[in-house]
């Protein structure tokens, strides 16, 4: 008996590393300086392309210009044969990424409606001259298109004028797009049309340094917080109770945030004592878990954009077998450092 459950250890294990393997090779990348990062992945035998776009507003002060710019944005591409589906912050739960800063739009094209628009669908994308209320590129200026009823045209005018342009801080829409390619495309192709659009000259800003095991396992830590939640504290059907844990990478806390009530004393107490039970966990659930991304496009496109945003290169999908950082003792032993109870929501 204890041989065959050793066995079945040792098979899992083999199983993990080799998935984790696979899901650490990344696929093309190109990174714009002060400019969009995009990733592709090609697939020659599917006769779609799907458009991945993550919208990230967390240096924005306010998020409505690129709310307007997606919204926008969707209904272009439906007019260039996309079908498209908006995730809105607050809409997506139990999501990795910042419900209050990020945005994502899934675009699904034919082969022949994407290389048929393919000029128009890239312009649109990357640019952000939409009427209405948007982030100019070149201006940095939020424009507030507004009717005002009862008053004449000559006050109308001179009352538009003073209402016009709301300075922003100097923040580019292109500084916080983030795209992934995947279909039956040529990569190549792409990136001459892409390189022929993007004209300005931009200036190059370094890359800032992150601590990727610390974000790594903050990733992890937080999948395992929820797991407690469902299992101790939400009360009759778990799977129907919505919780929100997105990371604030700034101060690397999970912001809880559920629509039912729990004494965050007794959570805190249930992490510290399911310390001992981490190591199972780890490995019989996220790592079969991630394993099962392959099943699941949309999710594993998501968390590449998300990784490519965040992290360096694709350790997000980066599978440790070595359960000794420090990083990770201070989270189990010392959580309240890491967990900001909002109450409900």
Not at 168 to 183: K, Q, S
Request: charged content about 25%.
């Amino acid at each position: 008996m204890r041989k065959t459950a050793l066995l079945s250890l040792l098979v899992f294990l083999f199983l993990g590393l080799n998935r984790g393997q696979a899901l650490n090779e990344p696929p093309l990348r190109k990174d714009f300086d002060n400019g969009p990062t995009v990733l592709f992945e090609q697939k020659e035998f599917v006769d779609y392309v799907t458009i991945y776009i993550l919208l990230d507003k967390s240096k924005l002060k306010s998020a409505e210009s690129f709310d307007a710019y997606l919204h926008n944005l969707e209904n272009r591409l439906g007019n260039n044969g996309a079908v498209c589906q908006t995730l809105w912050h607050s809409a997506v739960p139990e999501a990795p990424w910042n419900f209050k800063q990020q945005s994502f739009l899934i675009a699904r094209f034919t082969v022949k409606d994407f290389e048929n628009h393919l000029t128009d669908i890239l312009s649109h994308i990357l640019s952000a001259k939409f009427k209405g209320r948007f982030l100019h590129y070149d201006q940095n200026a939020l424009r507030q298109s507004q009717k005002i009823k009862g008053l004449q045209q000559d006050s109308l005018r001179k009352r538009s004028v003073s209402i016009e342009y709301s300075r922003l801080d100097p923040v580019t829409l292109y500084a916080n797009l983030y795209l992934f390619f995947t279909g039956k495309i040529n990569t190549f192709t792409l990136l001459r049309s892409i390189n022929r659009i993007l004209k300005e000259d931009v200036e190059t800003v370094p890359a800032s340094t992150v601590d990727s095991d610390l974000r790594y396992w903050l990733f992890v830590f937080q999948r395992f917080v929820i797991n407690i939640l469902k299992n101790r504290f939400s009360p009759g059907a778990s799977d129907c109770k919505r919780i929100l844990a997105p990371i604030d990478l700034a101060r690397n806390k999970i912001l809880l945030n559920t629509d039912f009530e729990f004494n965050r004393d007794s959570l805190l107490a249930a992490v510290k004592n399911g310390k001992p039970s981490f190591k199972s966990w780890y490995f019989n659930e996220y790592l079969k878990s991630f394993g099962n991304l392959a099943f699941d496009d949309d999710y594993r496109c998501l968390l590449n954009l998300y990784s490519a945003c965040y992290l360096p290169e694709h350790s997000l999908f980066e599978i440790n077998l070595k359960l000794e950082s420090n990083n990770l003792k201070r989270m189990l032993s010392n959580p309240q450092e890491f967990i900001e109870y909002d109450g409900t929501k």
